[in-house]
DNA sequence: TAGAATTTACGGGTTTTCCCTCATACTAAT
DNA sequence: ATTAGTATGAGGGAAAACCCGTAAATTCTA
Protein backbone atom coordinates (compact mmCIF):
# COMPACT_ATOMS: atom_id res chain seq x y z
CA UNK A 1 0.00 0.00 0.00
CA UNK A 2 2.50 2.54 -1.18
CA UNK A 3 1.55 5.49 -2.57
CA UNK A 4 0.28 3.93 -5.85
CA UNK A 5 -1.15 6.80 -7.25
CA UNK A 6 1.98 9.14 -9.01
CA UNK A 7 1.01 12.05 -10.36
CA UNK A 8 0.93 11.19 -14.46
CA UNK A 9 3.93 12.08 -16.66
CA UNK A 10 5.04 12.15 -20.37
CA UNK A 11 7.91 10.03 -20.69
CA UNK A 12 10.10 11.21 -23.77
CA UNK A 13 12.34 8.92 -25.01
CA UNK A 14 14.29 10.50 -28.15
CA UNK A 15 18.16 10.27 -28.39
CA UNK A 16 17.61 13.65 -30.95
CA UNK A 17 18.21 16.41 -27.69
CA UNK A 18 17.14 19.85 -29.72
CA UNK A 19 14.01 17.75 -30.63
CA UNK A 20 13.55 16.48 -27.12
CA UNK A 21 13.77 19.87 -25.57
CA UNK A 22 10.78 21.46 -27.93
CA UNK A 23 8.42 18.37 -26.49
CA UNK A 24 9.46 19.41 -23.28
CA UNK A 25 8.74 23.18 -23.55
CA UNK A 26 5.50 22.28 -25.56
CA UNK A 27 4.04 19.94 -23.35
CA UNK A 28 5.03 22.09 -19.97
CA UNK A 29 3.56 25.17 -21.44
CA UNK A 30 0.10 22.83 -21.46
CA UNK A 31 0.57 21.98 -18.07
CA UNK A 32 1.97 18.20 -18.48
CA UNK A 33 4.90 16.79 -16.81
CA UNK A 34 7.60 15.52 -18.66
CA UNK A 35 10.54 13.30 -17.91
CA UNK A 36 13.28 12.98 -20.79
CA UNK A 37 15.32 9.47 -21.97
CA UNK A 38 18.18 9.76 -24.29
CA UNK A 39 17.31 5.95 -25.05
CA UNK A 40 15.57 2.68 -23.93
CA UNK A 41 17.92 1.45 -22.02
CA UNK A 42 18.13 4.54 -19.57
CA UNK A 43 14.00 4.48 -19.35
CA UNK A 44 13.94 0.95 -18.67
CA UNK A 45 16.11 0.95 -16.22
CA UNK A 46 14.82 4.26 -14.15
CA UNK A 47 11.05 4.19 -15.29
CA UNK A 48 8.88 1.78 -13.42
CA UNK A 49 6.51 -0.45 -15.14
CA UNK A 50 3.16 1.24 -13.11
CA UNK A 51 4.46 5.11 -14.18
CA UNK A 52 1.07 6.38 -15.20
CA UNK A 53 0.80 8.74 -18.25
CA UNK A 54 1.56 8.14 -21.40
CA UNK A 55 5.29 7.50 -23.04
CA UNK A 56 6.79 9.56 -26.36
CA UNK A 57 8.86 6.92 -28.21
CA UNK A 58 11.02 7.75 -31.45
CA UNK A 59 11.80 5.09 -33.47
CA UNK A 60 15.00 5.38 -34.90
CA UNK A 61 17.49 5.17 -31.92
CA UNK A 62 21.21 4.08 -31.54
CA UNK A 63 20.53 1.40 -29.30
CA UNK A 64 17.12 -0.33 -28.53
CA UNK A 65 14.75 0.15 -31.27
CA UNK A 66 11.53 2.23 -30.80
CA UNK A 67 9.36 -1.01 -31.84
CA UNK A 68 11.50 -3.29 -30.03
CA UNK A 69 11.39 -1.20 -26.72
CA UNK A 70 7.23 -1.11 -27.27
CA UNK A 71 7.54 -4.81 -27.16
CA UNK A 72 10.38 -5.27 -23.85
CA UNK A 73 7.71 -2.77 -22.46
CA UNK A 74 4.66 -4.63 -22.45
CA UNK A 75 6.91 -7.92 -21.73
CA UNK A 76 8.31 -5.98 -18.56
CA UNK A 77 4.59 -4.88 -17.27
CA UNK A 78 3.84 -1.33 -18.67
CA UNK A 79 0.68 -0.89 -19.58
CA UNK A 80 1.00 3.33 -20.16
CA UNK A 81 -0.24 4.30 -23.46
CA UNK A 82 2.30 4.73 -26.36
CA UNK A 83 3.12 7.73 -28.93
CA UNK A 84 5.60 7.22 -31.27
CA UNK A 85 7.28 10.21 -32.94
CA UNK A 86 9.35 9.87 -35.93
CA UNK A 87 10.98 11.30 -38.96
CA UNK A 88 11.78 7.62 -40.49
CA UNK A 89 9.04 5.15 -40.44
CA UNK A 90 7.83 3.67 -43.55
CA UNK A 91 4.65 2.28 -43.83
CA UNK A 92 5.14 -1.24 -42.80
CA UNK A 93 7.00 -0.23 -39.65
CA UNK A 94 3.91 1.72 -39.01
CA UNK A 95 1.18 -0.84 -39.37
CA UNK A 96 3.60 -3.10 -37.12
CA UNK A 97 3.52 -0.39 -33.81
CA UNK A 98 0.39 0.39 -34.51
CA UNK A 99 -0.63 -3.71 -34.51
CA UNK A 100 1.58 -3.83 -31.30
CA UNK A 101 -0.61 -1.36 -29.51
CA UNK A 102 1.02 1.68 -30.06
CA UNK A 103 -1.37 4.53 -29.66
CA UNK A 104 0.07 6.75 -32.49
CA UNK A 105 2.62 7.27 -34.65
CA UNK A 106 3.48 11.04 -35.68
CA UNK A 107 5.77 12.20 -37.93
CA UNK A 108 8.34 14.84 -37.18
CA UNK A 109 8.32 17.51 -37.89
CA UNK A 110 4.88 17.29 -36.25
CA UNK A 111 2.01 20.39 -35.28
CA UNK A 112 2.19 21.22 -31.19
CA UNK A 113 -1.85 21.02 -31.19
CA UNK A 114 -1.67 17.18 -33.05
CA UNK A 115 1.33 15.92 -29.91
CA UNK A 116 -0.68 17.97 -27.38
CA UNK A 117 -4.14 16.35 -28.65
CA UNK A 118 -2.78 12.83 -28.82
CA UNK A 119 -1.14 13.26 -25.10
CA UNK A 120 -4.22 14.13 -23.28
CA UNK A 121 -5.75 11.09 -25.53
CA UNK A 122 -3.12 8.98 -24.07
CA UNK A 123 -3.58 10.24 -20.55
CA UNK A 124 -7.50 9.79 -20.95
CA UNK A 125 -6.60 6.55 -21.76
CA UNK A 126 -4.04 5.18 -19.13
CA UNK A 127 -6.80 7.16 -16.65
CA UNK A 128 -9.11 4.13 -17.60
CA UNK A 129 -6.77 1.66 -17.60
CA UNK A 130 -5.27 2.60 -14.26
CA UNK A 131 -8.88 2.38 -12.58
CA UNK A 132 -9.47 -0.67 -13.82
CA UNK A 133 -6.42 -1.72 -12.34
CA UNK A 134 -6.86 -0.24 -8.99
CA UNK A 135 -10.46 -2.50 -9.19
CA UNK A 136 -8.44 -5.46 -9.99
CA UNK A 137 -5.56 -4.47 -7.16
CA UNK A 138 -8.07 -3.87 -4.34
CA UNK A 139 -9.63 -7.27 -4.93
CA UNK A 140 -6.86 -9.34 -5.34
CA UNK A 141 -5.85 -8.12 -2.11
CA UNK A 142 -9.25 -9.10 -0.80
CA UNK A 143 -8.63 -12.39 -2.74
CA UNK A 144 -4.97 -12.82 -1.00
CA UNK A 145 -6.46 -12.70 2.33
CA UNK A 146 -8.75 -15.73 1.95
CA UNK A 147 -7.11 -19.17 3.65
CA UNK A 148 -7.46 -22.10 0.86
CA UNK A 149 -10.47 -23.04 2.25
CA UNK A 150 -12.23 -20.14 2.51
CA UNK A 151 -11.44 -19.67 -1.51
CA UNK A 152 -13.04 -23.31 -2.27
CA UNK A 153 -15.97 -22.12 -0.33
CA UNK A 154 -16.30 -18.61 -1.75
CA UNK A 155 -16.25 -20.45 -5.56
CA UNK A 156 -19.11 -23.06 -4.57
CA UNK A 157 -20.84 -20.25 -2.68
CA UNK A 158 -20.86 -18.02 -6.73
CA UNK A 159 -21.72 -21.02 -7.89
CA UNK A 160 -24.91 -20.93 -6.54
CA UNK A 161 -24.95 -24.01 -4.42
CA UNK A 162 -26.56 -24.07 -0.77
CA UNK A 163 -24.66 -24.41 2.41
CA UNK A 164 -26.01 -27.68 2.58
CA UNK A 165 -24.72 -28.95 -0.99
CA UNK A 166 -21.58 -26.99 -0.24
CA UNK A 167 -20.80 -29.14 2.93
CA UNK A 168 -21.85 -32.44 1.21
CA UNK A 169 -19.75 -31.10 -1.84
CA UNK A 170 -16.49 -30.65 0.54
CA UNK A 171 -17.39 -33.56 2.68
CA UNK A 172 -17.70 -30.99 5.79
CA UNK A 173 -20.48 -30.27 7.90
CA UNK A 174 -22.87 -27.58 7.16
CA UNK A 175 -21.96 -25.74 10.27
CA UNK A 176 -18.22 -25.30 9.23
CA UNK A 177 -19.79 -23.90 5.91
CA UNK A 178 -21.26 -21.33 7.53
CA UNK A 179 -18.10 -20.27 9.69
CA UNK A 180 -16.14 -19.79 5.95
CA UNK A 181 -18.65 -18.06 4.79
CA UNK A 182 -18.96 -15.17 6.84
CA UNK A 183 -14.97 -15.12 7.04
CA UNK A 184 -16.06 -14.55 2.98
CA UNK A 185 -18.07 -12.11 3.25
CA UNK A 186 -16.02 -10.24 6.02
CA UNK A 187 -12.73 -10.49 3.95
CA UNK A 188 -14.22 -9.75 0.53
CA UNK A 189 -15.53 -6.74 2.13
CA UNK A 190 -19.25 -7.21 0.77
CA UNK A 191 -22.85 -6.94 2.50
CA UNK A 192 -25.07 -8.92 0.06
CA UNK A 193 -24.32 -12.14 -1.59
CA UNK A 194 -25.14 -10.63 -4.49
CA UNK A 195 -22.47 -8.28 -4.45
CA UNK A 196 -20.11 -11.11 -4.07
CA UNK A 197 -21.17 -13.03 -6.84
CA UNK A 198 -20.77 -9.30 -8.90
CA UNK A 199 -17.58 -8.71 -7.68
CA UNK A 200 -16.23 -12.24 -8.27
CA UNK A 201 -17.86 -12.26 -12.00
CA UNK A 202 -16.46 -8.76 -13.09
CA UNK A 203 -13.20 -9.61 -11.66
CA UNK A 204 -12.61 -13.23 -13.29
CA UNK A 205 -14.06 -11.73 -16.88
CA UNK A 206 -11.18 -8.27 -16.25
CA UNK A 207 -8.37 -10.11 -14.83
CA UNK A 208 -8.77 -13.05 -17.29
CA UNK B 1 -34.73 -16.33 -35.67
CA UNK B 2 -33.24 -16.24 -39.12
CA UNK B 3 -30.11 -18.99 -39.57
CA UNK B 4 -28.06 -15.69 -37.94
CA UNK B 5 -24.75 -17.66 -38.40
CA UNK B 6 -23.83 -17.90 -41.94
CA UNK B 7 -20.61 -18.83 -42.79
CA UNK B 8 -17.70 -16.94 -42.58
CA UNK B 9 -16.41 -15.07 -46.11
CA UNK B 10 -13.76 -12.15 -47.14
CA UNK B 11 -14.87 -9.68 -48.39
CA UNK B 12 -12.86 -8.19 -51.06
CA UNK B 13 -13.28 -4.80 -51.85
CA UNK B 14 -10.99 -3.51 -54.81
CA UNK B 15 -11.19 -1.95 -58.27
CA UNK B 16 -8.56 -3.27 -59.56
CA UNK B 17 -9.59 -6.92 -61.09
CA UNK B 18 -6.83 -8.17 -62.08
CA UNK B 19 -5.27 -8.10 -58.50
CA UNK B 20 -8.86 -8.86 -56.78
CA UNK B 21 -8.54 -11.54 -58.86
CA UNK B 22 -5.54 -13.00 -57.61
CA UNK B 23 -6.43 -12.38 -54.00
CA UNK B 24 -9.38 -14.66 -54.82
CA UNK B 25 -7.60 -17.30 -56.31
CA UNK B 26 -4.90 -17.25 -53.34
CA UNK B 27 -7.73 -17.32 -50.28
CA UNK B 28 -9.46 -20.04 -52.23
CA UNK B 29 -6.88 -21.66 -52.66
CA UNK B 30 -6.67 -22.18 -48.59
CA UNK B 31 -10.15 -22.67 -48.40
CA UNK B 32 -11.95 -19.46 -47.82
CA UNK B 33 -15.21 -18.49 -49.27
CA UNK B 34 -14.51 -15.06 -50.73
CA UNK B 35 -17.07 -12.20 -52.79
CA UNK B 36 -15.55 -10.23 -54.34
CA UNK B 37 -16.82 -5.66 -54.63
CA UNK B 38 -15.49 -3.46 -57.19
CA UNK B 39 -16.30 -0.50 -54.86
CA UNK B 40 -17.26 0.73 -51.61
CA UNK B 41 -20.67 1.69 -52.95
CA UNK B 42 -20.98 -1.66 -54.04
CA UNK B 43 -20.17 -3.52 -50.92
CA UNK B 44 -22.45 -1.42 -48.41
CA UNK B 45 -25.34 -1.83 -50.79
CA UNK B 46 -24.73 -5.93 -50.95
CA UNK B 47 -23.15 -7.09 -48.13
CA UNK B 48 -25.39 -7.26 -44.48
CA UNK B 49 -23.68 -5.66 -41.53
CA UNK B 50 -23.50 -8.85 -39.31
CA UNK B 51 -21.54 -10.69 -42.54
CA UNK B 52 -19.03 -12.74 -40.21
CA UNK B 53 -15.61 -13.20 -41.62
CA UNK B 54 -13.62 -10.57 -42.48
CA UNK B 55 -12.69 -7.51 -45.38
CA UNK B 56 -9.80 -6.68 -47.56
CA UNK B 57 -10.04 -3.49 -48.81
CA UNK B 58 -8.14 -1.13 -51.21
CA UNK B 59 -7.28 2.19 -50.10
CA UNK B 60 -7.20 4.13 -52.93
CA UNK B 61 -10.56 3.72 -54.98
CA UNK B 62 -12.81 5.31 -57.26
CA UNK B 63 -15.93 6.82 -54.94
CA UNK B 64 -15.61 5.99 -51.23
CA UNK B 65 -11.97 5.88 -49.87
CA UNK B 66 -10.86 3.20 -48.09
CA UNK B 67 -10.19 4.73 -45.17
CA UNK B 68 -13.85 6.76 -45.08
CA UNK B 69 -15.08 2.72 -46.10
CA UNK B 70 -14.07 1.62 -42.75
CA UNK B 71 -15.77 4.31 -40.57
CA UNK B 72 -19.11 4.13 -43.04
CA UNK B 73 -18.69 0.41 -42.29
CA UNK B 74 -18.36 1.11 -38.43
CA UNK B 75 -21.19 3.15 -38.02
CA UNK B 76 -23.35 1.09 -40.23
CA UNK B 77 -22.99 -1.76 -37.34
CA UNK B 78 -20.38 -3.98 -39.47
CA UNK B 79 -17.91 -5.23 -36.75
CA UNK B 80 -15.92 -7.50 -39.23
CA UNK B 81 -11.94 -7.35 -38.89
CA UNK B 82 -10.48 -4.98 -41.50
CA UNK B 83 -7.50 -5.24 -43.26
CA UNK B 84 -6.45 -3.03 -46.00
CA UNK B 85 -3.88 -3.75 -48.89
CA UNK B 86 -3.03 -1.00 -50.82
CA UNK B 87 -0.01 0.51 -53.00
CA UNK B 88 -0.42 4.53 -52.05
CA UNK B 89 -0.34 4.67 -48.65
CA UNK B 90 1.50 7.07 -46.60
CA UNK B 91 2.56 6.75 -43.20
CA UNK B 92 -0.09 9.23 -42.01
CA UNK B 93 -3.05 7.51 -43.68
CA UNK B 94 -1.33 3.82 -42.36
CA UNK B 95 -1.53 5.22 -38.97
CA UNK B 96 -5.31 7.37 -39.10
CA UNK B 97 -6.55 3.55 -40.33
CA UNK B 98 -5.20 1.77 -37.73
CA UNK B 99 -6.65 3.93 -35.31
CA UNK B 100 -9.76 3.17 -36.52
CA UNK B 101 -9.76 -0.19 -35.88
CA UNK B 102 -8.38 -1.51 -39.05
CA UNK B 103 -6.64 -5.13 -38.21
CA UNK B 104 -3.58 -4.31 -40.37
CA UNK B 105 -2.65 -2.46 -43.43
CA UNK B 106 -0.38 -4.85 -46.16
CA UNK B 107 1.23 -3.26 -49.18
CA UNK B 108 0.97 -4.52 -52.24
CA UNK B 109 2.61 -6.59 -53.49
CA UNK B 110 2.45 -8.63 -50.55
CA UNK B 111 3.56 -12.17 -49.94
CA UNK B 112 0.32 -14.60 -50.39
CA UNK B 113 1.43 -16.24 -47.04
CA UNK B 114 1.38 -13.05 -45.37
CA UNK B 115 -2.09 -11.74 -46.60
CA UNK B 116 -3.46 -15.25 -45.87
CA UNK B 117 -1.76 -14.97 -42.26
CA UNK B 118 -3.82 -11.85 -41.56
CA UNK B 119 -6.86 -13.19 -43.30
CA UNK B 120 -6.22 -15.99 -40.47
CA UNK B 121 -6.42 -13.53 -37.63
CA UNK B 122 -8.84 -11.52 -39.01
CA UNK B 123 -11.36 -15.12 -38.85
CA UNK B 124 -10.52 -15.79 -35.73
CA UNK B 125 -10.67 -12.16 -34.35
CA UNK B 126 -14.14 -12.35 -35.86
CA UNK B 127 -15.10 -15.93 -34.37
CA UNK B 128 -14.21 -14.32 -31.00
CA UNK B 129 -16.53 -11.09 -31.16
CA UNK B 130 -19.34 -13.31 -33.10
CA UNK B 131 -19.78 -15.49 -29.48
CA UNK B 132 -19.34 -12.44 -27.32
CA UNK B 133 -22.48 -11.00 -29.73
CA UNK B 134 -24.19 -14.71 -29.73
CA UNK B 135 -24.43 -14.46 -25.55
CA UNK B 136 -25.57 -10.22 -25.59
CA UNK B 137 -27.72 -10.78 -28.39
CA UNK B 138 -29.72 -13.98 -26.53
CA UNK B 139 -29.07 -12.52 -23.25
CA UNK B 140 -31.21 -9.55 -24.69
CA UNK B 141 -33.78 -11.52 -26.68
CA UNK B 142 -34.30 -12.55 -22.74
CA UNK B 143 -34.55 -9.46 -21.23
CA UNK B 144 -37.33 -7.88 -23.83
CA UNK B 145 -39.65 -10.61 -22.77
CA UNK B 146 -39.63 -8.85 -19.58
CA UNK B 147 -42.29 -6.50 -18.67
CA UNK B 148 -41.43 -3.37 -17.59
CA UNK B 149 -42.28 -4.21 -13.83
CA UNK B 150 -40.17 -7.74 -14.58
CA UNK B 151 -37.21 -5.81 -15.49
CA UNK B 152 -37.71 -2.84 -12.40
CA UNK B 153 -37.85 -6.02 -9.64
CA UNK B 154 -34.83 -8.15 -11.52
CA UNK B 155 -32.60 -4.69 -11.16
CA UNK B 156 -33.42 -4.38 -7.30
CA UNK B 157 -33.15 -8.16 -7.13
CA UNK B 158 -29.47 -8.45 -8.78
CA UNK B 159 -28.77 -5.09 -6.32
CA UNK B 160 -28.90 -7.59 -3.55
CA UNK B 161 -32.55 -6.67 -2.13
CA UNK B 162 -34.36 -8.58 -0.07
CA UNK B 163 -37.84 -8.93 -1.43
CA UNK B 164 -39.67 -7.13 1.39
CA UNK B 165 -37.22 -4.55 0.80
CA UNK B 166 -38.40 -4.45 -2.71
CA UNK B 167 -42.12 -3.92 -1.87
CA UNK B 168 -41.46 -1.63 -0.17
CA UNK B 169 -39.38 -0.11 -2.54
CA UNK B 170 -42.08 0.03 -5.18
CA UNK B 171 -44.46 0.25 -3.02
CA UNK B 172 -46.04 -3.14 -3.69
CA UNK B 173 -46.98 -6.17 -1.70
CA UNK B 174 -44.25 -9.17 -0.67
CA UNK B 175 -46.39 -12.38 -2.34
CA UNK B 176 -46.30 -9.69 -5.85
CA UNK B 177 -42.79 -9.42 -5.73
CA UNK B 178 -42.36 -13.09 -5.38
CA UNK B 179 -44.76 -13.64 -8.61
CA UNK B 180 -42.44 -11.18 -10.69
CA UNK B 181 -39.42 -12.95 -9.04
CA UNK B 182 -40.44 -16.14 -10.20
CA UNK B 183 -41.40 -15.31 -13.79
CA UNK B 184 -37.88 -13.33 -14.14
CA UNK B 185 -36.05 -16.57 -13.38
CA UNK B 186 -37.99 -18.85 -16.19
CA UNK B 187 -38.06 -15.91 -18.61
CA UNK B 188 -33.73 -15.02 -17.80
CA UNK B 189 -33.38 -19.14 -18.06
CA UNK B 190 -31.50 -19.07 -14.65
CA UNK B 191 -31.40 -22.06 -11.61
CA UNK B 192 -29.57 -19.90 -9.30
CA UNK B 193 -29.46 -16.32 -7.83
CA UNK B 194 -26.47 -16.60 -8.08
CA UNK B 195 -26.64 -17.28 -12.36
CA UNK B 196 -29.16 -14.33 -12.37
CA UNK B 197 -26.31 -12.18 -10.36
CA UNK B 198 -23.39 -13.11 -12.87
CA UNK B 199 -25.92 -12.98 -16.06
CA UNK B 200 -26.48 -9.40 -15.39
CA UNK B 201 -23.55 -8.21 -14.35
CA UNK B 202 -21.76 -9.84 -17.67
CA UNK B 203 -23.86 -8.13 -19.71
CA UNK B 204 -23.83 -4.98 -18.51
CA UNK B 205 -20.13 -4.75 -18.46
CA UNK B 206 -19.49 -6.44 -22.53
CA UNK B 207 -23.04 -4.51 -23.09
CA UNK B 208 -21.94 -1.36 -22.33
C1' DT C 1 5.31 -24.48 21.50
C1' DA C 2 2.35 -20.69 20.23
C1' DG C 3 -0.70 -19.57 16.80
C1' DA C 4 -3.27 -19.94 12.64
C1' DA C 5 -6.37 -22.75 10.09
C1' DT C 6 -9.83 -26.22 9.91
C1' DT C 7 -13.13 -28.69 11.77
C1' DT C 8 -17.30 -29.97 14.45
C1' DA C 9 -21.50 -30.44 17.90
C1' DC C 10 -25.29 -28.39 20.15
C1' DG C 11 -28.91 -25.46 20.32
C1' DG C 12 -31.38 -21.77 19.07
C1' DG C 13 -33.20 -17.90 16.36
C1' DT C 14 -34.32 -15.10 12.21
C1' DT C 15 -35.17 -14.66 7.43
C1' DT C 16 -36.35 -16.06 3.07
C1' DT C 17 -38.30 -18.49 -0.14
C1' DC C 18 -41.98 -20.88 -2.07
C1' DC C 19 -46.59 -22.04 -2.59
C1' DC C 20 -51.63 -21.95 -1.75
C1' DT C 21 -56.31 -19.75 -2.45
C1' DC C 22 -59.10 -15.95 -3.58
C1' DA C 23 -59.87 -11.60 -5.66
C1' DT C 24 -59.78 -7.07 -8.44
C1' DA C 25 -58.65 -4.35 -12.42
C1' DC C 26 -56.99 -3.08 -16.85
C1' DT C 27 -55.83 -3.98 -21.67
C1' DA C 28 -55.95 -6.22 -26.00
C1' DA C 29 -57.63 -9.34 -28.98
C1' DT C 30 -61.58 -12.12 -30.74
C1' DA D 1 -69.17 -8.84 -24.98
C1' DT D 2 -66.21 -12.48 -23.80
C1' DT D 3 -61.72 -14.31 -23.30
C1' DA D 4 -56.85 -14.18 -22.42
C1' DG D 5 -53.03 -12.10 -20.51
C1' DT D 6 -50.86 -9.09 -17.33
C1' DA D 7 -50.44 -6.81 -13.02
C1' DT D 8 -51.77 -6.35 -8.55
C1' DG D 9 -53.09 -7.54 -3.92
C1' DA D 10 -54.46 -10.09 1.03
C1' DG D 11 -53.32 -13.50 4.31
C1' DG D 12 -51.33 -17.40 5.83
C1' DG D 13 -48.54 -21.60 6.16
C1' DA D 14 -44.47 -24.84 5.54
C1' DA D 15 -39.92 -25.88 4.19
C1' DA D 16 -35.64 -24.36 3.56
C1' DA D 17 -31.89 -21.52 4.14
C1' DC D 18 -29.25 -18.66 6.74
C1' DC D 19 -26.90 -16.72 10.98
C1' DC D 20 -24.76 -17.03 15.43
C1' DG D 21 -22.57 -18.03 20.12
C1' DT D 22 -20.10 -21.17 22.78
C1' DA D 23 -16.89 -24.66 23.26
C1' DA D 24 -13.58 -27.77 21.71
C1' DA D 25 -10.60 -31.00 18.83
C1' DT D 26 -7.13 -31.45 15.16
C1' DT D 27 -3.57 -30.34 12.09
C1' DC D 28 0.02 -27.71 10.30
C1' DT D 29 3.35 -24.26 10.51
C1' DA D 30 6.43 -20.58 12.10
Redesign the interface.
Known amino acids: MGKRATNPVVSIIDDDRSYRRWIEVTLQAEGFAVESYECGGEFLEVCPPDRSGCALIDLAMPGIHGANLLLEMRSRGFQMPIIFLTAT ?4 M ?2 TV ?2 GGA ?5 KPCEAALLVERVREGFAVDCKTAADRGVIEKQSRRLAQLTARERQVMEL ?4 LANKQIARNLSISERTVEVHRARVMQKMEV ?5 L ?2 RH ?2 FV ?2 AA
Chains 1, 2 share one sequence.
Open positions: ADVATAMRLDLIEVVGGESFADVAVSST
